[in-house]
């Protein structure tokens, strides 16, 4: 074998081991990063002792629901209600959800949990702002800005949500 030949050879070795192997060597991995498995908001306030847990809006003609999960980490109770554009007056609503025992999760929907009966804003496929309060006060981050939730609005003709629509309702 000429030297050539094992040149051109050990090129075309290298050019293919580096265009099916390389990716890793020069972009982000994104397989490591963690998120969140499911199709509603998520977030995390250790501040206030609360997570939230895929909150999500399920609509279907005149028929929707709110459903997620709220958790309170502290050892005392928690009052949660939530503040919300109606979707047909276009007012500021409130209404209470549930007050939490300490160290509890409370479900929204499913689980046996009847759903919220809440009217948002929103179209199937878009998002929708709510906001929780938590014994009455505004939910604030460490910087002090009020937390307000951007949350999917999720089609109820779907099979994997008609039977959130399905729930009794608070």
Do not use: W
């Not at 081991?17 to 998120?35: A, D």
């Not at 809006?57 to 554009?85: C, E, F, H, M, W």
């Not at 276009?90 to 209404?95: A, D, F, I, S, Y």
């Not at 929907?109 to 919220?116: E, K, Q, T, V």
Request: aromatic share 8%; hydrophobic share 40%; proline share 4%.
């Amino acid at each position: 074998m000429s030297l050539r030949k094992a040149f051109v050879a050990l090129a075309l070795g290298a050019a293919v081991l580096g265009g099916t192997t390389g990716c890793s060597f020069s972009s982000h991995i994104e397989s490591i990063r963690p998120y969140t498995p499911s199709d509603g908001f998520q977030a995390d306030y250790p501040q206030h002792h609360l997570k939230v847990r895929n909150v999500l809006y399920v609509t279907i003609g005149d028929q929707s629901t709110l459903i997620g999960s709220i958790i309170n980490t502290s050892k005392n109770p928690a009052s949660i209600s939530i503040r919300y554009v109606d979707g047909v007056t276009g007012q500021v609503t409130e209404k209470d959800i549930a007050t939490i025992a300490g160290s509890k999760k409370y479900d929204i929907g499913f689980n046996g949990a009847p759903s919220l009966d809440v009217t948002l804003a929103g179209v199937a496929g878009g998002l929708t702002e709510i906001q929780f309060l938590l014994d009455g006060a505004e939910i604030k981050d460490a910087d002090g800005n009020v937390q307000r939730f951007t949350i999917p609005v999720v089609d109820g003709t779907l099979a994997q949500y008609r039977a959130l629509l399905e729930q009794p309702t608070e």
